[in-house]
C-alpha cells in the first residue's frame, strides 16, 4: 500500500483526498501556491510544500516544483484529483519515471482517451456512436470553417487536450466563427498547453449522462451507473443528480456496457467517467472519456456507499476492487450542487473577495465537500469552485427538498456563490419533475433569477429593517435635526474605514 | 427622523426615534417589534414581530449591503436632507461623463491590445480580462483616442477598478 500520498492540487479536491488519507491511515502532502499558503488543504495536511507563486502555470502546473516536493518528502505516490496536471500523459509519465505511483489511468490511456480523436475512433470500433463532427483537430481557421459547413451550424468549438468548459465557445453562425476560433484557442493554450481544437455538432435538446467506471490492474472493469449532468452554464456543469431523472432502463443498461467495454479496450485504471450526449428520443452518442476522478463523484458514492479515492488508492497499490459488477446495487437518490464563486444572479460573473463568514449545513443525508474557510481570501487565479453541497434521499423529492434544506442552512458571506441559484433550480417546476435538459438554464433563466413577492416585499423590508438597525446602532443617540449631518457623517465614514480595512 | 430606504427599485419611507436608548423604527406606519443580536463580525439575528431573520450586514460605498435568504438587498438609507440636495442636482457629475473603461468583473489583465494615443472604434478590443480561466473581451464602449492605459499584462484588478481612458468620445 502507498506509504505517503502527494496531492498535486488544491481546493475541494485536495480537501477530499486528504480525508480517504486520513480514514486509511496514509499520511498526506500537500502543495500549495504562495496565494494558498493558508487554505484548508494546507491545514489538514501532514506536510506541505510551497510550488510557486500564484499563477497556476508556476505552480500547480509546475512539473519541476510538485516532483521536487515529492522528492523532498519521501512521498511514494501522486494523486492527481481533477484538472490541473490530472489528465496530463506528460505527467503521469515523469511522476512513473521517477519511481513514484500514479493515481490514475497510465500515460498511454491519457495519451489515447486525451486526444479526442482517437478516443472517438476507439469508442466507434466498440460499436459507441459518436456526434458529427472533425475527425482531426483543426489548426487553422479555414479548416474550423469547411467541418463546420460540413456538420451544419451551430456547432462547438472544444479543446483537444481538456474539458470542464475551458477552450468551448459555441458558434450559431459563420460570422462568429474567427473570434470564437481564436479565444477558444487562446484558453486552451493557458488551461491546458494544448491549443488544438476540434469542431463538433450541436445536437438538440440533448441530456448530458455520464457512466461512472472502475477498473483495477488484474481485467476487471465495473460501471457503478450514470449520473445526469445536464444542468449546465457555459457548458460547466453546476447540478449533477444520480440516477438520470431521463434514460430509461435499457438505455442506462446499454451505456453501462459500452462504457465498460470502452474502459477495457483502452486498458483502463483507476476511476473514470464516460460521457454520452442522449437526445429527447433516447438516442445516444458518445463524448468523451474524462480520465480522473470527477467534480462529481460523490454523487455516486452516496448511491453505492462506495469511497472512490480509497478505492483509487488500493487499485493503484495493484489491489483488486474490493467489489464486483453484482455488488453495485444503487440506492435512493443523490443530487449535488456545485459551489462556484459566481453570481448565479448575475451571468455567473466572477466573484472574488474575503470569506467573512461560512457556515455548513449538516443533519440527515447531507454532504458538503469544500476548500474555503472563513477569512479565506478568494482570489481570481483558480477555478471558481469552493465546493460541493450533496444530497441524499430515498425518493427524488426527499432528495431534491433535502437539497433545498441544505442550502437555505449554508451561508457563505462575502463572496457571492452559485448556493442561491441553486436554490432557484431546486425550486423550479420543471426541475422538480425531472424534465430538463442542457438548455434548462438558458430555457428559464428569467424565471430562475426573478424575485419572488416574498423576497421583494417582505424580506425587503426585513432587510431594510436590519440595514436600518445596524445603522442605529453605530451613530450617536441624539437624534435632533442640527446633529444629523455629523451623526450621518459618522454613518459615512464607519463605510468608508471598514471598506479600507477590508 | 424620516429615512427614504432604497431597495432595488422600492422606496420605503422609515421613521426612527429612539424610546429609552433603544431605536424604535415605523415602517408603513407600524412599528414592528425588533430585536437585533450581532452574531459575527458581519452576521446578525434579526426578529421581526417574532419573525426570525438571520442576516448579514457590511457597509457598501453607498449604503449597505444585507444579505438574507437567497438575496443580497442593496439598502441605502437617506434622510430629508440628502433628498434634497439630490432634487437640487448638487450631486456632481464625477464620472458620468468621462471615457474610463473599467473592469467589470475582477481578473488578470493578460494582454493590451492598445496603446495610449491610439484611436479605437466603438467595440474595438482594448484589452483581455481574464477571471478564473475564461478570458474576457473588453472593448471600447465608443470610439475615441486612448487618452491613459491604468494596467498592464499580469496586472491583477479588483471589479471596477479604471482600466483605460478614452477621449474625444462623441456623447461621452
Redesign the interface.
Known amino acids: 500500500m502507498i506509504k505517503k500520498l502527494l496531492i498535486a492540487n488544491r481546493g475541494e479536491i485536495a480537501v477530499r483526498v486528504i480525508r480517504s488519507c486520513r480514514e486509511l491511515d496514509i499520511p498526506a502532502v500537500a502543495v500549495y501556491s504562495e496565494a494558498d499558503r493558508s487554505a484548508p488543504h494546507v491545514l489538514m495536511a501532514d506536510e506541505a510544500i510551497c510550488i510557486g507563486p500564484p499563477p497556476s502555470v508556476e505552480s500547480y502546473l509546475n512539473v519541476t516544483n510538485i516532483l521536487e516536493a515529492a522528492r523532498s518528502t519521501g512521498a511514494d505516490a501522486i494523486h492527481p484529483g481533477y484538472g490541473f496536471l490530472s489528465e496530463n500523459a506528460g505527467f503521469a509519465r515523469s511522476v512513473l519515471n521517477t519511481g513514484l505511483t500514479w493515481i490514475g489511468p497510465g500515460p498511454e490511456t491519457l495519451e489515447q482517451m486525451g486526444d479526442k480523436v482517437a478516443a472517438r475512433r476507439l469508442a466507434l470500433e466498440v460499436g459507441a456512436p459518436v456526434v458529427p463532427g472533425s475527425i482531426e483537430p483543426v489548426t487553422d481557421l479555414a479548416a474550423a470553417e469547411k467541418t463546420a459547413t460540413e456538420v451544419g451550424y451551430p456547432v462547438l468549438i472544444k479543446a483537444a487536450g481538456g474539458g470542464g468548459g475551458k477552450g468551448m465557445r459555441v458558434v450559431t453562425v459563420a460570422d462568429e466563427l474567427p473570434t470564437a476560433f481564436e479565444r477558444a484557442r487562446s484558453e486552451a493554450a493557458s488551461a491546458f498547453a494544448d491549443d488544438r481544437v476540434y469542431v463538433e455538432k450541436v445536437l438538440g435538446q440533448p441530456h448530458h449522462v455520464e457512466i461512472q467506471i472502475f477498473a483495477d490492474s488484474h481485467g476487471r472493469v465495473v460501471s457503478l451507473g450514470e449520473r445526469e449532468c445536464s444542468i449546465q452554464r457555459r457548458y460547466q456543469k453546476i447540478i449533477e443528480e444520480t440516477p438520470s431523472p431521463f434514460i430509461a432502463p435499457e438505455v442506462r443498461e446499454q451505456l453501462s456496457a459500452l462504457s465498460v467495454k470502452i474502459a477495457a479496450a483502452c486498458h483502463y485504471l483507476s476511476a473514470g467517467t464516460v460521457e454520452f450526449l442522449v437526445d429527447g428520443d433516447q438516442n445516444y452518442y458518445f463524448l468523451e472519456m474524462n480520465t480522473r476522478l470527477q467534480v462529481e463523484h460523490p454523487i455516486t458514492e452516496l448511491v453505492t456507499g462506495l469511497d472512490l479515492v480509497a478505492e483509487q488508492l488500493r487499485v493503484a497499490s495493484g489491489e483488486s476492487l474490493s467489489f464486483d459488477q453484482d455488488d453495485i446495487q444503487p440506492r435512493g437518490y443523490a443530487l449535488e450542487c456545485r459551489i462556484y464563486a459566481e453570481d448565479g444572479f448575475e451571468s455567473f460573473a466572477p466573484s472574488t473577495g474575503n470569506v467573512l463568514e461560512l457556515s455548513a449545513p449538516s443533519g440527515m443525508g447531507v454532504r458538503l465537500d469544500h476548500g474555503i474557510r472563513q477569512g479565506l481570501e478568494i482570489t481570481p487565479y483558480y477555478d471558481p469552485i469552493l465546493g460541493k453541497l450533496c444530497a441524499w434521499g430515498r425518493t427524488r423529492p426527499e432528495a431534491v427538498r433535502r437539497m433545498v434544506r441544505a442550502l437555505e442552512e449554508l451561508r457563505i458571506i462575502g463572496v457571492r456563490t452559485t448556493v442561491p441559484f441553486c436554490m432557484a433550480v431546486m425550486n423550479h417546476p420543471a426541475f422538480m419533475e425531472g424534465n430538463y435538459c442542457t438548455s434548462f438554464i438558458s430555457d428559464y433563466l428569467p424565471e430562475l433569477v426573478s424575485w419572488s413577492e416574498e423576497e421583494t416585499n417582505h424580506l425587503g423590508e426585513a432587510a431594510v429593517l436590519g440595514a436600518a438597525l445596524f445603522a442605529a446602532a453605530r451613530r450617536p443617540t441624539t437624534s435632533d435635526r442640527t446633529d444629523s449631518r455629523s451623526a450621518k457623517s459618522d454613518w459615512v465614514r464607519l463605510g468608508r474605514e471598514r471598506q479600507v480595512s477590508q | 427622523?424620516i429615512?427614504l430606504?432604497t431597495?432595488?427599485d422600492?422606496d420605503?419611507r422609515?421613521k426612527?426615534?429612539?424610546e429609552n436608548?433603544q431605536?424604535v423604527?415605523e415602517?408603513?406606519d407600524h412599528a414592528?417589534q425588533?430585536d437585533?443580536v450581532q452574531l459575527?463580525?458581519?452576521?446578525?439575528s434579526?426578529l421581526?414581530d417574532g419573525?426570525s431573520?438571520?442576516?448579514?450586514?457590511?457597509?457598501?460605498?453607498d449604503?449597505?449591503l444585507?444579505?438574507?435568504?437567497?438575496?443580497?438587498?442593496h439598502?441605502r438609507?437617506r434622510?430629508e436632507?440628502?433628498l434634497i440636495i439630490e432634487n437640487l442636482g448638487l450631486k456632481d457629475a464625477t464620472s458620468d461623463h468621462s471615457g474610463e473603461v473599467t473592469a467589470?468583473?475582477?481578473?488578470?489583465i493578460?494582454s493590451v491590445a492598445v496603446a495610449v494615443g491610439a484611436e479605437v472604434d466603438a467595440g474595438e478590443q482594448l484589452l483581455i480580462l481574464?477571471?478564473?480561466?475564461?478570458?474576457n473581451?473588453i472593448a471600447a464602449p465608443k470610439s475615441g483616442r486612448v487618452a491613459v492605459v491604468h494596467v498592464s499584462p499580469g496586472d491583477?484588478v479588483?471589479?471596477g477598478a479604471p482600466l483605460v481612458e478614452l477621449e474625444g468620445c462623441q456623447g461621452l
Do not use: C, N, W
Open positions: 427622523m429615512f430606504a431597495v432595488g422600492r420605503i422609515l426612527m426615534r429612539r436608548g431605536p423604527v415602517i408603513a414592528p425588533l437585533l459575527s463580525q458581519s452576521s446578525y434579526l421581526v419573525r431573520h438571520h442576516l448579514s450586514v457590511r457597509p457598501s460605498r449604503g449597505y444585507v444579505d438574507l435568504r437567497r438575496r443580497t438587498y439598502v438609507l434622510d436632507l440628502d467589470p468583473i475582477p481578473g488578470l493578460t481574464e477571471a478564473m480561466k475564461m478570458e473581451e491583477a479588483e471589479k
